[in-house]
């Protein structure tokens, strides 16, 4: 048994992340979550999926990257190959 690194469970089923050279204890995917994914800069909501990220800014989608920094975001999208 592991304990979870988040909720502090000893848990016959934790399992292991392993992610930019360390290893992470979890016990469920919502602790895995709520300490790996990152937050949205604009809405502050876990970025479960892709996201999208704008010169080293991460948010959650292309309408919260619109919303900080619509000229920014704009030619980021344009830039990007179909």
Known sequence: MATCEVC???YAMSFEVH???EAHTFD????AITRMAPICEHCECRIIGHGVEVEGHWYCCAHCARAVDPERARRIADAAPV
Do not use: I
């Open 8 to 10: 502090g469970n000893d």
């Open 28 to 31: 469920s995917f919502e602790c």
């Open 19 to 21: 992610a930019q050279g």
